[in-house]
């Protein structure tokens, strides 16, 4: 099994910025991508950002160009660094861990979630 602890969620205002962080232990030696989704009351959960082993990275479109994944391999630790946080960004965000071949994933696994406010 894999678990995976999100921490760095909190009260924002908009233009401000916020750096969350996901620690994975376990077995996740088949791992190949790490990921941070959220999800907002009544909406689905989506993806905000991914990055590969390889380090590829993956961003909605609605944060590319505010956002930024990285990842400590080392460490297995996964970060989403939030700048210029708009109230659109209010949202609970889960990390995620996945085994991915092409558009198939064999094993997913998900953090309890962290909560980002960004008042208006």
């Known amino acids: 099994q894999v678990q995976l602890v999100e921490s760095g969620g909190g009260l924002v205002q908009p233009g401000g910025s916020l750096k969350l962080s996901c620690a994975a232990s376990g077995s996740i030696s088949s791992i190949n991508t790490l990921g941070w989704y959220r999800q907002a009351p009544g909406k689905e959960r989506d993806l905000v950002a991914s990055?590969?082993?390889?380090?590829?990275?993956n961003y909605a479109d609605s944060v590319k160009d505010r956002f930024t994944i990285s990842r400590d391999s080392a460490q297995n630790t996964v970060y989403l660094q939030m700048n210029s946080l708009k109230p659109e960004d209010t949202a609970v965000y889960y990390c995620?861990?996945?085994?991915?071949?092409?558009?198939?994933?064999?094993?997913?696994?998900w953090g309890k979630g962290t909560l980002v406010t960004v008042s208006s």
């Open positions: 990055i590969t082993s390889g380090g590829s990275t």
């Open positions: 995620n861990a996945r085994r991915v071949s092409g558009t198939v994933y064999f094993m997913s696994y």
